[in-house]
T-cell receptor, first 117, second 113 residues
Framework: GNSVTQMEGPVTLSEEAFLTINCTYT??????LFWYVQYPGEGLQLLLK?????DKGSNKGFEATYRKETTSFHLEKGSVQVSDSAVYFC????????????????FGQGTILTVHP | GAGVSQTPSNKVTEKGKYVELRCDPI?????LYWYRQSLGQGPEFLIY????????DSGLPNDRFFAVRPEGSVSTLKIQRTERGDSAVYLC???????????FGQGTRLTVV
């Protein structure tokens, strides 16, 4: 079956440090890949996505590149802020049979990020 | 509404009782999803509705779990004979046709004592 593995956390960084959260996946075929973020007290939000190999998703200074050869989708940010403190989830999905939805997501276990001033 | 709304936000129930969890999706969204998130884990897919019908219920753990969406909008997740292992946060998400993003609610935290 499909699965997503994230680096174990929690991750604690100082403001302006470089962030990497590793994510690898196992899937039959070529899924779309996502990073979701959950800020304290809020629901899950899509951070970025990539739908095919070598695509780079980016948003709010975060980036992740879909690497088919290593089945990876690592999340990076060059300079984190205190406001980036949250739980980050890597996920994959396939288009449904009708080709209209990626909504059936398989998530990793999440990585807690804490950024100190 | 402005976002996906789930009620109640918290529910404590006794083992063996029946519970209903409600999800109000974003207006006009045809697809609706239920997930379950246990402590320290990522969300796990339960069921997907396209309109009124359950297009994929492969994630429902057993026949104590059931979900409906009778008018293609609001959905209710129903759990019979609750067990302590059912304690988790139940998340609902919705999306429109040609999905590129699923919008999640804040979840219902269910505690079975």
């Amino acid at each position: 079956g499909n699965s997503v593995t994230q680096m174990e956390g929690p991750v604690t960084l100082s403001e302006e440090a470089f962030l990497t959260i590793n994510c690898t996946y196992t899937a039959t075929g070529y899924p779309s890949l996502f990073w979701y973020v959950q800020y304290p007290g809020e629901g899950l939000q899509l951070l970025l996505k990539a739908t095919k190999a070598d695509d780079k998703g980016s948003n709010k200074g975060f980036e992740a590149t879909y690497r088919k050869e290593t089945t990876s989708f690592h999340l990076e940010k060059g300079s984190v802020q205190v406001s980036d403190s949250a739980v980050y989830f890597c996920a994959l999905s396939f288009l449904n049979a009708g080709g209209t939805s990626y909504g059936k997501l398989t998530f990793g276990q999440g990585t807690i990020l804490t950024v100190h001033p | 509404g402005a976002g996906v709304s789930q009620t109640p936000s918290n529910k404590v129930t006794e083992k063996g009782k029946y519970v209903e969890l409600r999800c109000d999706p974003i207006s006009g969204h045809t697809a609706l999803y239920w997930y379950r998130q246990s402590l320290g884990q990522g969300p796990e897919f339960l069921i997907y509705f396209q309109g009124t019908g359950a297009a994929d219920d492969s994630g429902l753990p057993n026949d104590r779990f059931f979900a409906v969406r009778p008018e293609g909008s609001v959905s209710t997740l129903k759990i019979q004979r609750t067990e302590r292992g059912d304690s988790a946060v139940y998340l609902c998400a919705s999306s429109n046709h040609g999905f590129t993003e699923a919008f999640f609610g804040q979840g219902t935290r269910l505690t079975v004592v």
